[in-house]
């Protein structure tokens, strides 16, 4: 089984940075792939990055594209979305997940995912 923990949301000015983080046990990085979804209340939950379980590949929503980055540590087994110049859109509870496909492309459909995070808040302020 693989365990994930979202930490580093908080409140945050519009045009600021915030730096999100997902620590995975039970397997490391290298065997897996993964993403960040979102969701805000009322919303059904959405796609924002993904990275592939060697790096190759990246993949972003538009909504995003730009000025957020995934990245991972290997090392630490931790998978991190860099958030830059944030929008009040981009408030959402932030899950990371992860699944076990070795593709040349990493996934953006939600199915594709077998484990998850509990969240971690982002709030947006205008």
């Known amino acids: 089984q693989v365990q994930l923990v979202e930490s580093g949301g908080g409140l945050v000015q519009a045009g600021g940075s915030l730096r999100l983080s997902c620590a995975a046990s039970?397997?490391?990085?290298?065997?897996?792939?993964m993403g960040w979804f979102r969701q805000a209340p009322g919303k059904e939950r959405e796609f924002v990055a993904c990275i592939n379980w060697n790096g190759a590949s990246t993949s972003y929503a538009d909504s995003v594209a730009g000025r957020f980055t995934i990245l991972k540590d290997n090392a630490e087994n931790t998978v991190y979305l860099q958030m830059n110049n944030v929008k009040p859109e981009d408030t959402a509870a932030y899950y990371c997940a992860e699944y076990r496909l070795y593709g040349s492309m990493c996934h953006r459909a939600i199915e594709d995912y077998d484990s998850w995070g509990q969240g971690t808040q982002v709030t947006v302020s205008s």
């Open positions: 039970g397997r490391p990085l290298t065997v897996l792939s």
